[in-house]
């Protein structure tokens, strides 16, 4: 049975909660065919962040090593992003490599360094562990199961997984699943992880593992929600070049959560809009390396092309446009 009655809760607060968001903070260097960079601010919880402190306030739990150049991350804080749970040990900090092709079609990672991420054991502060909005980033799901256990009754708990941790750590992963509200995953991963070819039968055994609905995300294409009674569908936004599409899975997430915290409220035409925020926020982060998309980003703009997308979404096939809820970014 799914974790949370979705549609039958809504506590419509005015004032958006806090999203505890936890996972990597890295240091990236990515070769595309228009250009590189070289050990830039990176990682799950970077992105999540970026994308979710345009709507509301996130915390974060994470940690880096002593060469991480903390100053990049002053944006975020000024932005209303809480570091407290980001902790600093002696050592190298995560750190990432990889190289794109023409057309962005393959991607290969040329090295990885987990450094003191490594040896990472989340810690939720005390006055953190109330939090009624869980995002768990792109970690071992031992970790995962780690931070639920220091979490007080959360109202909404949604996660991310890939192949590695599909292959490696099943179980563990089966046991995340069973206290989720929300998966996020794509096409590939969603039919590993359920060992079926079509991808609506794969969420269905996925939702019949505990999250109530699941989010496939589609890159360019959008995303899909699939959910016991409805299924919703929102298409990508047109970019008209794309740089550089690290990370854009978690921006994705951190648009999708800070607009249901937002809200308070997780209705369907609440969801619908949570999947606009999402694309919106995935499409802005592959038209610049790292972050840099989100620096200056006017919430005005991202309101827009939240609303743009709000206006195509789905649901069971019938266009949302009236009853998608769009929250407007800070």
């Given at each position: 049975?799914?974790?949370?009655?979705?549609?039958?809760?809504?506590?419509?607060?005015?004032?958006?909660?806090?999203?505890?968001?936890?996972?990597?903070?890295?240091?990236d260097s990515v070769e595309t065919p228009d250009g590189s960079v070289d050990r830039?601010?990176?990682?799950?919880?970077?992105?999540?962040?970026?994308?979710?402190?345009?709507?509301?306030?996130?915390?974060?739990?994470?940690?880096?090593?002593?060469?991480?150049?903390?100053?990049?991350?002053?944006?975020?804080?000024?932005?209303?992003?809480?570091?407290?749970?980001?902790?600093?040990?002696?050592?190298?900090?995560?750190?990432?490599?990889?190289?794109?092709?023409?057309?962005?079609?393959?991607?290969?990672?040329?090295?990885?360094?987990?450094?003191?991420?490594?040896?990472?054991?989340?810690?939720?502060?005390?006055?953190?562990?109330?939090?009624?909005?869980?995002?768990?980033?792109?970690?071992?799901?031992?970790?995962?199961?780690?931070?639920?256990?220091?979490?007080?009754?959360?109202?909404?708990?949604?996660?991310?997984?890939?192949?590695?941790?599909?292959?490696?750590?099943?179980?563990?992963?089966?046991?995340?699943?069973?206290?989720?509200?929300?998966?996020?995953?794509?096409?590939?991963?969603?039919?590993?992880?359920?060992?079926?070819?079509?991808?609506?039968?794969?969420?269905?055994?996925?939702?019949?593992?505990?999250?109530?609905?699941?989010?496939?995300?589609?890159?360019?294409?959008?995303?899909?929600?699939?959910?016991?009674?409805?299924?919703?569908?929102?298409?990508?936004?047109?970019?008209?070049?794309?740089?550089?599409?690290?990370?854009?899975?978690?921006?994705?997430?951190?648009?999708?959560?800070?607009?249901?915290?937002?809200?308070?409220?997780?209705?369907?035409?609440?969801?619908?809009g949570a999947l606009a925020h999402g694309a919106a926020m995935g499409s802005f982060?592959?038209?610049?390396?790292?972050?840099?998309?989100?620096?200056?980003?006017?919430?005005?703009?991202?309101?827009?092309?939240?609303?743009?997308?709000?206006?195509?979404?789905?649901?069971?096939?019938?266009?949302?446009?009236?009853?998608?809820?769009?929250?407007?970014?800070?």
């Open positions: 049975m799914p974790r949370t009655e979705w549609c039958a809760m809504s506590r419509g607060a005015p004032d958006p909660m806090s999203v505890l968001a936890v996972g990597s903070v890295a240091l830039v601010i990176g990682g799950s919880a970077v992105f999540f962040c970026a994308a979710a402190s345009l709507l509301g306030r996130v915390r974060v739990v994470a940690v880096v090593g002593d060469d991480y150049p903390l100053a990049q991350l002053r944006f975020l804080e000024a932005r209303g992003v809480d570091f407290e749970g980001l902790v600093q040990v002696p050592g190298e900090s995560f750190f990432w490599s990889g190289r794109y092709g023409e057309g962005f079609r393959t991607r290969e990672t040329t090295e990885t360094r987990l450094g003191v991420f490594g040896a990472f054991e989340p810690r939720i502060p005390a006055a953190w562990s109330e939090s009624e909005f869980v995002f768990l980033g792109n970690i071992d799901p031992v970790l995962q199961l780690g931070v639920l256990d220091q979490v007080r009754s959360p109202a909404l708990v949604a996660a991310d997984t890939m192949n590695f941790w599909i292959e490696r750590t099943r179980e563990s992963l089966l046991g995340v699943l069973a206290r989720l509200d929300v998966l996020f995953v794509s096409d590939e991963e969603a039919m590993q992880l359920a060992g079926l070819d079509d991808l609506a039968a794969a969420a269905k055994w996925i939702r019949e593992r505990g999250p109530a609905l699941v989010v496939v995300k589609r890159g360019e294409e959008g995303a899909v929600g699939f959910h016991p009674d409805w299924t919703l569908s929102c298409p990508g936004h047109p970019v008209a070049r794309v740089v550089d599409p690290t990370g854009a899975g978690d921006a994705f997430a951190g648009g999708f959560m800070a607009f249901l915290a937002r809200t308070g409220s997780w209705s369907r035409e609440d969801l619908a982060a592959v038209e610049a390396f790292s972050v840099d998309r989100f620096r200056d980003l006017p919430p005005r703009e991202a309101s827009r092309r939240a609303a743009t997308l709000a206006g195509m979404t789905t649901i069971e096939g019938e266009l949302a446009r009236k009853r998608t809820r769009v929250g407007g970014c800070r």
